[in-house]
């Protein structure tokens, strides 16, 4: 079979991503490349490319090769990092997708998925359930880059075919990887905190209500959205994608379930602005009419799964 390869493989996202595809494609068929010099541990278990996505001309000649069917472009500087480095922000987030696309063009790739976010929202969306088609007003630099990236994507499959593929991530929650420099972070330190036994210090008000979603829902959604059918997908920007919405206020209250002595303190700092201007909820309808997407993971069950395994 062709192979597949995984851009950005060490990440939050990444690395849970891999070990999907290669659970399912196995092990010696899906290429982990990152920037850093070593995989993690976790990786061993198959190919591992030291390689930095913005050397165009080194990931030209990985993927001129024909050798790799997919591509998971997932390098990128999140939200609250990309706000300290706005220009080189910008420089990896639509550089590194303007590579991947026009090897797709040029008949390269057959594949692509590129993931979005809920920072396309601006103050001016919708704050409950927001549409598919809504007001994309984002305030942040990282917002700003994953709506050009979506317009280009969009572009990219109505001028030359290409096939690529998108989520508009809410916040993600994992035990198994770092938090790479995201808003919605606190929703995993938190955890940290509590099993510390030590409080947790908020940089979000205690009811900034925002979209979240476990990484095992996440995961899965992606690789559904990839196996769908072509005339399935109808969204070439990105797709909405539900999970479940909390407040910082909600989950110390639910964590405190467990952990009776468990507090927060709220002490919000610049990343509340840009929390401020994302939704509440998200309404998913698309991506459950077109790839019958469904999330299972509830806060609930996220409480319980994260505090056993952190």
Not at 55 to 80: C, I, P, W
Not at 99 to 117: E, M, Q, V, Y
Not at 224 to 243: C, F, Q
Not at 259 to 278: H, L, N, V
Request: net charge neutral.
């Amino acid at each position: 079979m062709r192979k597949i390869a995984v851009i950005g493989a060490c990440g939050q996202i990444g690395t849970e991503l891999v070990l999907a595809l290669r659970k399912e494609h196995g092990a010696e068929n899906v290429l982990a490349t990152d920037i850093r010099e070593n995989c993690p541990e976790m990786l061993n278990n198959g190919p591992y490319l030291h390689m930095d996505v913005l050397d165009r001309q080194t990931v030209e000649g990985l993927f001129k090769s024909g050798e790799y069917e997919q591509v998971y472009l997932l390098a990128a500087m999140l939200s609250a990092t990309a706000e300290k480095k706005p220009h080189f922000a910008w420089k990896l987030n639509m550089e590194s997708l303007f590579t991947i696309l026009d090897l797709a063009k040029d008949g390269h790739i057959k594949k692509i998925f590129w993931p979005s976010s809920i920072a396309v929202f601006g103050p001016n969306s919708p704050k409950i359930d927001t549409p598919q088609h809504s007001v994309l007003e984002p305030t942040t630099v990282y917002g700003i880059s994953k709506l050009a990236g979506e317009k280009w994507c969009l572009y990219y499959n109505q001028q030359f075919g290409v096939d690529v593929r998108s989520i508009r991530y809410p916040g993600l929650i994992s035990y198994k990887s770092a938090p790479g420099g995201g808003t919605t972070d606190y929703a995993i330190e938190i955890f940290h905190s509590a099993k510390r036994n030590e409080a947790f210090v908020s940089f979000l008000d205690q009811n900034q209500t925002l979209p979240m979603m476990y990484m095992d829902d996440a995961i899965r959604a992606t690789l559904e959205l990839m196996e769908a059918p072509s005339d399935k997908i109808k969204v070439r920007t990105s797709y909405n994608l539900r999970g479940c919405s909390f407040s910082p206020k909600e989950i110390t209250s639910e964590i405190q379930n467990f952990i009776p002595s468990f507090k927060t303190i709220y002490k919000p700092d610049f990343r509340q602005k840009i929390a401020s201007s994302w939704p509440n909820s998200i309404d998913d309808s698309y991506a459950k009419n077109d790839w019958n997407w469904e999330n299972k993971i509830d806060l609930k069950d996220i409480v319980k799964t994260m505090l056993e395994n952190v």
